[in-house]
């Protein structure tokens, strides 16, 4: 279809198979939920995990096999598909995963892995996380793997190391993390297997303590080493007095943590975590907390996909069901009036978390009242979800009928939670408030992802956008102070970093219909700015993409190949627009929806356009023109310190949401 015929008929069919796909997939429960596709050190992790149990997998052939469908021609595995080159971590603990399976070191995968491994240097640069596991099987010394002193679950909140200073996902995998840095289990390969094949120069000669790369002394990161050594010396001497009473309040703090479906924190690494120090510590897989974390592996967390089968790294069902139900309203479906979406939406009602989490250690004086990401997270409910959840909210209670008063019941404790998270700088953060003590990514633990929660411009501007549509406009002190944030968070060019999206297409596509939502004049130069950005970074066929190499060369921002949710976020930013938006650029990306739409309804998106950590250990923003940074990053494009996420349902629901908004402007512009 050239881009100058389409017409708002042509939307509106797009719309109808979109919605009529969506229909089809609906759970009879009432919820959507797509896969969260990521790298293959989740399945490689369980597959240690069962071999430490002597528990094989649920499907366990099947996981294999998906694990060997992934390897790349070159004998590596990949951080995010199409990535510039593999990914030494997750190549090493595949390679780990299948040696401890039974694979001989002279199989052909593993032939390819290992050379592959030893031509990238060999282990020297491997992260923390996968020296832990190479410790666990006894190729590691445990005393050159950064030490977790179960200690630390004692240090009072005034303590910069207190695990709630930690981000979310840090602090829940550091509790049980700390079980079993204190106790250093081995369960050797089979045969007492050291792997010596990925040693060349031999064992005795290699080097296993972290590079050292502070060049100056008396430094944090100089201290923390010199700590850490100090520490394993003091253990080793059993010199760590009243050491059982902290490991008894870790697994105490672990049990009280467990989620109601099994896992912890609603993401994979406490979840392992806690389930290898549990087992550790004499609960065998009978017991009630174990035999439930071991049963959640045969339930929505895994999947069966071309001969294989994957284990999540995290439920998105609530986040994918509030946005699919916002789409839809964006398209004039009767949310409420419908029977299948009415359902989806009382589902959702459902899932408000009414009780008290982590988050309440930051901000004592706030009720609950916000969403959580996974359906089983109760105790880190998120304020992205929750600003999404209002969005969707505010839009349909006019037309909710019954369901209103309810609605608004949820809608209060919703927006009150939401000002009580909002940091000092006037942003907000995913999970904590004012979650950026950066002593804490100084720490040797800390050389992988991010361990820190600070304010982003995707967060802020999504509780922004829920805030306009609720009433609150760019007068009201908490608006204009976040109004602020956004303004210092621009880049140079006009975009917004994007940090739980691929990236900046991600973060200026929902910081402009967030500034018109809470009625700024968008004909302000900052913000035509942003269009402006967004036009030129179009793509020749209509659509917009970004690799998620964005993370760490600027020669890829903005750029990358098509897909429908990059395109879609970037159409939501140009819509924005109230006087005079680009036809040309409009028109252009919606002709590539509607005409790479799928005859079934939805659309093909096979990159990731999600992101989990960019790999900067702080969390937040980087100058990528930095000669500096780039030369201290321990990671390139391939993101080997980052985790990005394909999550299935953004290729569907963000599409209709686009479309949908562009047939609400047909009657006042040409399309």
Same mark, same amino acid.
């Given at each position: 279809?050239?881009?100058?015929?389409?017409?708002?008929?042509?939307?509106?069919?797009?719309?109808?198979?979109?919605?009529?796909?969506?229909?089809?997939?609906?759970?009879?429960? +009432?919820? #959507?939920?797509? *896969? /969260?596709?990521? =790298?293959?050190?989740? $399945?490689?992790?369980? %597959?240690?995990? @069962?071999?430490? !149990?002597?528990?094989?997998?649920?499907?366990?052939?099947?996981?294999?096999?998906?694990?060997?469908?992934?390897?790349?021609?070159?004998?590596?595995?990949?951080?995010?598909?199409?990535?510039?080159?593999?990914?030494?971590?997750?190549?090493?603990?595949?390679?780990?995963?299948?040696?401890?399976?039974?694979?001989?070191?002279?199989?052909?995968?593993?032939?390819?892995?290992?050379?592959?491994?030893?031509?990238?240097?060999?282990?020297?640069?491997?992260?923390?996380?996968?020296?832990?596991?190479?410790?666990?099987? +006894?190729? #590691?010394?445990? *005393? /050159?793997?950064? =030490?977790?002193?179960? $200690?630390?679950?004692? %240090?009072?909140? @005034?303590?910069? !190391?207190?695990?709630?200073?930690?981000?979310?996902?840090?602090?829940?995998?550091?509790?049980?993390?700390?079980?079993?840095?204190?106790?250093?289990?081995?369960?050797?390969?089979?045969?007492?297997?050291?792997?010596?094949?990925?040693?060349?120069?031999?064992?005795?000669?290699?080097?296993?303590?972290?590079?050292?790369?502070?060049?100056?002394?008396?430094?944090?990161?100089?201290?923390?080493?010199?700590?850490?050594?100090?520490?394993?010396?003091?253990?080793?001497?059993?010199?760590?007095?009243?050491?059982?009473?902290?490991?008894?309040?870790?697994?105490?703090?672990?049990?009280?943590?467990?989620?109601?479906?099994?896992?912890?924190?609603?993401?994979?690494?406490?979840?392992?975590?806690?389930?290898?120090?549990?087992?550790?510590?004499?609960?065998?897989?009978?017991?009630?907390?174990?035999?439930?974390?071991?049963?959640?592996?045969?339930?929505?967390?895994?999947?069966?996909?071309?001969?294989?089968?994957?284990?999540?790294?995290?439920?998105?069902?609530?986040?994918?069901?509030?946005?699919?139900?916002?789409?839809?309203?964006?398209?004039?479906?009767?949310?409420?009036?419908?029977?299948?979406?009415?359902?989806?939406?009382?589902?959702?009602?459902?899932?408000?978390?009414?009780?008290?989490?982590?988050?309440?250690?930051?901000?004592?004086?706030?009720?609950?009242?916000?969403?959580?990401?996974?359906?089983?997270?109760?105790?880190?409910?998120?304020?992205?979800?929750?600003?999404?959840?209002?969005?969707?909210?505010?839009?349909?209670?006019?037309?909710?009928?019954?369901?209103?008063?309810?609605?608004?019941?949820?809608?209060?404790?919703?927006?009150?939670?939401?000002?009580?998270?909002?940091?000092?700088?006037?942003?907000?953060?995913?999970?904590?408030?004012?979650?950026?003590?950066?002593?804490?990514?100084?720490?040797?633990?800390?050389?992988?992802?991010?361990?820190?929660?600070?304010?982003?411009?995707?967060?802020?501007?999504?509780?922004?956008?829920?805030?306009?549509?609720?009433?609150?406009?760019?007068?009201?002190?908490?608006?204009?102070?976040?109004?602020?944030?956004?303004?210092?968070?621009?880049?140079?060019?006009?975009?917004?970093?994007?940090?739980?999206?691929?990236?900046?297409?991600?973060?200026?596509?929902?910081?402009?219909?967030?500034?018109?939502?809470?009625?700024?004049?968008?004909?302000?130069?900052?913000?035509?700015?942003?269009?402006?950005?967004?036009?030129?970074?179009?793509?020749?066929?209509?659509?917009?993409?970004?690799?998620?190499?964005?993370?760490?060369?600027?020669?890829?921002?903005?750029?990358?190949?098509?897909?429908?949710?990059?395109?879609?976020?970037?159409?939501?930013?140009?819509?924005?627009?109230?006087?005079?938006?680009?036809?040309?650029?409009?028109?252009?990306?919606?002709?590539?929806?509607?005409?790479?739409?799928?005859?079934?309804?939805?659309?093909?998106?096979?990159?990731?356009?999600?992101?989990?950590?960019?790999?900067?250990?702080?969390?937040?923003?980087?100058?990528?023109?930095?000669?500096?940074?780039?030369?201290?990053?321990?990671?390139?494009?391939?993101?080997?310190?980052?985790?990005?996420?394909?999550?299935?349902?953004?290729?569907?629901?963000?599409?209709?949401?686009?479309?949908?908004?562009?047939?609400?402007?047909?009657?006042?512009?040409?399309?």
């Amino acid at each position: 279809m050239d881009a100058a015929e389409l017409q708002t008929d042509d939307i509106s069919q797009a719309i109808a198979a979109a919605i009529g796909w969506l229909d089809r997939e609906q759970s009879p429960d +009432g919820y #959507w939920a797509g *896969a /969260a596709e990521t =790298n293959v050190a989740m $399945e490689a992790e369980w %597959l240690l995990t @069962s071999h430490f !149990l002597g528990q094989p997998l649920p499907g366990e052939n099947l996981v294999i096999a998906g694990i060997l469908n992934r390897q790349r021609p070159d004998g590596a595995w990949e951080v995010y598909p199409a990535a510039p080159k593999g990914d030494l971590n997750g190549t090493v603990e595949a390679y780990a995963a299948l040696r401890a399976k039974g694979f001989a070191k002279d199989h052909p995968a593993m032939l390819k892995a290992r050379d592959w491994i030893i031509a990238e240097g060999g282990l020297r640069n491997i992260r923390v996380f996968t020296r832990y596991w190479l410790a666990m099987i +006894g190729v #590691w010394p445990w *005393a /050159a793997a950064p =030490n977790l002193p179960p $200690e630390i679950i004692r %240090l009072p909140f @005034s303590i910069p !190391l207190n695990i709630y200073h930690f981000a979310q996902w840090a602090r829940a995998t550091i509790v049980p993390l700390c079980v079993v840095s204190a106790r250093q289990p081995v369960w050797p390969l089979p045969g007492n297997d050291l792997l010596e094949e990925l040693f060349p120069q031999g064992r005795e000669n290699f080097d296993f303590f972290l590079p050292n790369k502070i060049a100056k002394r008396f430094s944090l990161e100089w201290a923390f080493e010199h700590l850490d050594r100090a520490l394993h010396w003091v253990q080793r001497k059993n010199l760590m007095p009243g050491r059982e009473n902290a490991i008894k309040l870790c697994l105490e703090w672990l049990i009280k943590h467990q989620d109601w479906d099994g896992a912890w924190g609603g993401i994979q690494p406490p979840w392992i975590y806690s389930v290898i120090a549990l087992f550790n510590e004499g609960y065998d897989l009978q017991h009630p907390v174990l035999q439930k974390a071991w049963s959640a592996l045969d339930s929505h967390w895994s999947y069966e996909r071309n001969g294989g089968r994957f284990i999540q790294a995290t439920d998105s069902v609530v986040w994918d069901t509030m946005i699919t139900l916002l789409a839809q309203a964006e398209t004039g479906r009767d949310i409420a009036g419908t029977p299948s979406t009415r359902k989806a939406l009382e589902w959702l009602l459902d899932a408000q978390v009414l009780v008290d989490g982590d988050w309440s250690k930051h901000t004592t004086n706030t009720k609950p009242g916000g969403w959580a990401f996974e359906r089983a997270n109760l105790r880190y409910p998120d304020v992205d979800d929750t600003a999404v959840c209002l969005t969707l909210l505010a839009n349909i209670r006019e037309d909710a009928g019954d369901l209103r008063p309810r609605i608004e019941t949820a809608i209060t404790p919703a927006v009150q939670w939401l000002l009580g998270m909002q940091c000092k700088n006037g942003g907000w953060g995913a999970f904590d408030k004012d979650n950026d003590k950066e002593i804490i990514s100084k720490i040797p633990f800390c050389n992988f992802g991010e361990a820190l929660d600070p304010p982003s411009a995707d967060v802020t501007s999504h509780v922004l956008e829920a805030f306009g549509a609720l009433g609150l406009k760019n007068t009201h002190p908490a608006v204009a102070h976040a109004l602020q944030f956004l303004r210092d968070e621009q880049e140079q060019d006009g975009s917004w970093f994007g940090r739980w999206g691929v990236n900046y297409v991600y973060g200026t596509g929902a910081v402009l219909p967030a500034l018109r939502a809470v009625g700024e004049d968008m004909t302000q130069p900052w913000i035509v700015s942003a269009a402006a950005w967004l036009k030129a970074h179009q793509n020749a066929d209509g659509g917009w993409g970004e690799s998620c190499a964005s993370y760490m060369s600027a020669a890829w921002r903005g750029k990358g190949n098509s897909t429908p949710s990059q395109t879609a976020w970037a159409l939501l930013g140009l819509m924005a627009q109230d006087e005079a938006p680009d036809t040309a650029a409009l028109t252009r990306g919606l002709a590539h929806l509607t005409s790479t739409q799928r005859q079934d309804g939805t659309w093909n998106e096979p990159y990731f356009t999600g992101t989990g950590f960019p790999g900067y250990g702080a969390g937040s923003r980087v100058d990528l023109n930095d000669p500096a940074f780039i030369a201290g990053m321990p990671q390139g494009e391939e993101l080997s310190r980052g985790f990005m996420i394909g999550y299935n349902l953004y290729r569907h629901y963000f599409p209709l949401m686009a479309l949908g908004r562009a047939r609400g402007l047909s009657g006042r512009q040409s399309l």
